[in-house]
């Protein structure tokens, strides 16, 4: 499916804590209907840029970090772990 291993386990976890929700009747796609998708759970994942080797062999800028918080729909109410 041309997906990183990572792109997995984000889609595993959602699914976990879908089945979480369900197992302890807080179903929140049951409180939803059909619109399912419109379930809003979101997910700040860091991502880390790589720096060049001029930025690790200087001593003023080998501390420094290059990253973001990225926010990513978490899939919580999707059923289908291929659309997740």
């Known amino acids: 499916m041309n997906v990183s291993i990572n792109d997995v386990m984000f889609a595993a976890l959602g699914g976990a804590i879908r089945r979480l929700n369900i197992a302890n009747e ?3 796609t049951a409180k ?3 619109k399912n998708k419109a379930i809003q759970c979101r997910a700040l994942m860091p991502v ?3 720096r060049p080797k001029s ?3 200087d001593k003023t800028k080998v501390l420094r970090n290059k ?3 990225v926010s990513s ?3 919580v109410g999707v059923k289908d772990c291929v659309e997740r």
């Open 26 to 28: 807080c179903d929140l």
């Open 55 to 57: 930025e690790t062999e």
């Open 48 to 50: 880390a840029f790589p």
């Open 67 to 69: 990253w973001v918080f």
């Open 73 to 75: 729909d978490f899939g």
């Open 32 to 34: 939803r209907g059909e």
